[in-house]
């Protein structure tokens, strides 16, 4: 998928922002790319699959499966998960229409687990498993750390009244020199100076010892933050601006 592309951060269910950015991605003739969790915690999970679905079907973009999303789907496939807080506004909007469990499916069954776009441009949801960049395999392994990242669950925070486990990112030690690797999950990601009670303002870089570079897009969209999207040329493997698309 060589060329020049709009790579944003988890959407939440929130239309407007993807509306603009959709929008944005049409006029500069830009692939839109969605780094996963497409839905949840916001109140419009219908419009927001409904309008990047009919980009798919035009060709102009493309998803990577977040954790909600893949939790969406195995409810609707009828396996046994626990629903939480998160998920509510999206199953109540299939139960007020069921039309969108079907159009939901034929959305998730286009995503992928991980995308490439260039020769060192590289978009999962959380993180990249360190033995997939040798061998390349992709496993139920690589997929679900493709979609949860690393964490400790013998540790555990309080969030919203749910309680999640700590976020490890030994990782991004691994992504490979000039790699450029961009992923999304974490609104509040413990590198730096770790801040549990805000959202990071903007998406942050980070560059590892040999030169690989993991960008968060993830700002907090539906959960009281903004959309960010990247607008990357992977042909050159740059990128060429960070926008904010708002609430």
Do not use: C
Not at 52 to 75: C, P, T, Y
Not at 116 to 145: C, I
Not at 161 to 183: M, Q, S
Not at 186 to 194: K, W
Request: glycine share 8%; net charge negative.
């Amino acid at each position: 998928m060589i060329g020049t592309h709009l790579i944003i951060g988890d959407v939440h269910s929130m239309y407007q922002p993807l509306s603009r950015a959709t929008a944005f991605a049409e006029k500069n003739n830009l692939h839109l790319v969605t780094a996963g969790d497409l839905v949840d915690n916001g109140p419009d999970a219908e419009a927001v699959t409904e309008l990047v679905l009919q980009k798919m079907f035009e060709g102009k973009a493309s998803g990577i499966m977040g954790n909600h999303d893949w939790k969406i789907l195995r409810w609707l496939r009828g396996n046994d998960v626990k629903l939480t807080r998160p998920n509510m506004p999206t199953i109540e909007a299939m139960e007020r229409n069921p039309l969108f469990k079907d159009m939901f499916i034929r959305y998730a069954e286009r995503l992928t687990f991980n995308l490439q776009l260039g020769e060192k441009m590289f978009v999962a949801h959380a993180a990249v498993k360190p033995t997939w960049w040798t061998d390349r395999e992709d496993t139920k392994k690589s997929n679900d750390y493709n979609m949860y990242g690393h964490s400790d669950s013998s540790k555990l925070i309080d969030f919203r009244g749910e309680r999640y486990p700590i976020r490890l990112y030994d990782w991004v030690e691994d992504v490979p020199a000039d790699v450029k690797l961009f992923v999304g999950h974490d609104p509040r990601p413990m590198i730096g100076e770790p801040d549990f009670d805000n959202f990071q303002a903007t998406p942050l870089s980070v560059k590892n010892k040999q030169g690989g570079i993991t960008t968060f897009l993830d700002a907090g969209s539906g959960k009281g933050g903004n959309l960010w999207g990247a607008v990357v040329n992977s042909a050159n493997n740059s990128i060429e601006a960070l926008i904010n698309f708002g609430q």
